[in-house]
Antibody, heavy 115, light 107 residues
Framework: EVQLVESGGGLIQPGGSLRLSCAAS????????MSWVRQAPGKGLEWVSV???????YYADSVKGRFTISRDHSRNTLYLQMNSLRGEDTAVYYC?????????WGQGTLVTVSS | DIQMTQSPSSLSASVGDRVTITCRAS??????LNWYQQRPGKAPKLLIH???NLQSGVPSRFSGSGSGTDFTLTISGLEPEDFATYYC?????????FGQGAKVEIK
């Protein structure tokens, strides 16, 4: 059974940094396309970033230069390093398997950017 | 970026009703269209990929159709667990943009 479990969310001040983790079981993170998708409170879904099996990465324009997606094969874990956080980054962050077609999702972790 | 527009944004329906949600792309995306269901407080769930292919384990009352710029999600015989928000998403080009969502509420 595939499970994705996000962690690392919380309350952070504007300008701060946070690293989200997504621990996987039942699939190998390094062999799959993996994505981060976020959802601001009461809003729709927004794709954030994807990492391909060859380690190439893409980012939404809204986070480019501030967020970095990566993975650790030994820990079978996906990461999202978020720097220079802004209020508009407040959202539930989901990790998911796939690039645009995501068939397995974690339960999400809430990031709140506020002073 | 390709813009995805869903209609209606919300609708009220009763158990047993047939419900149709449409999704329009700002340019042709062939059949590269996914549908997701999201229940309150839960992660999205992939229902349909490639416009009309039912994801494994999804009930057959869900169906999708369309190509090019216009797509439809149909629920034939609404069940209580189907009251949720539905999102379309194009997988034709980077980034894979989502529609704004369509909330199906109980009448």
């Amino acid at each position: 059974e595939v499970q994705l479990v996000e962690s690392g969310g919380g309350l952070i001040q504007p300008g701060g940094s946070l690293r989200l983790s997504c621990a996987a079981s039942g699939l190998t993170v390094s062999s799959n396309y993996m994505s981060w998708v976020r959802q601001a409170p009461g809003k729709g879904l927004e794709w954030v970033s994807v990492i391909y099996s060859g380690d190439s990465t893409y980012y939404a324009d809204s986070v480019k230069g501030r967020f970095t997606i990566s993975r650790d094969h030994s820990r079978n874990t996906l990461y999202l390093q978020m720097n220079s956080l802004r209020g508009e980054d407040t959202a539930v962050y989901y990790c998911a398997r796939g690039s645009w077609t995501c068939d397995f999702w974690g339960q999400g972790t809430l990031v709140t950017v506020s002073s | 970026d390709i813009q995805m527009t869903q209609s209606p944004s919300s609708l009220s329906a009763s158990v047993g009703d047939r419900v149709t949600i449409t999704c329009r792309a700002s340019q042709s995306i062939s059949i590269y269209l996914n549908w997701y269901q999201q229940r309150p407080g839960k992660a999205p769930k992939l229902l349909i990929h490639s416009a009309s292919n039912l994801q494994s384990g999804v009930p057959s009352r869900f169906s999708g159709s369309g190509s090019g710029t216009d797509f439809t999600l149909t629920i034939s015989g609404l069940e209580p667990e189907d009251f949720a928000t539905y999102y379309c998403q194009q997988s034709y080009s980077t980034p894979g943009t989502f529609g704004q969502g369509a909330k199906v509420e109980i009448k």
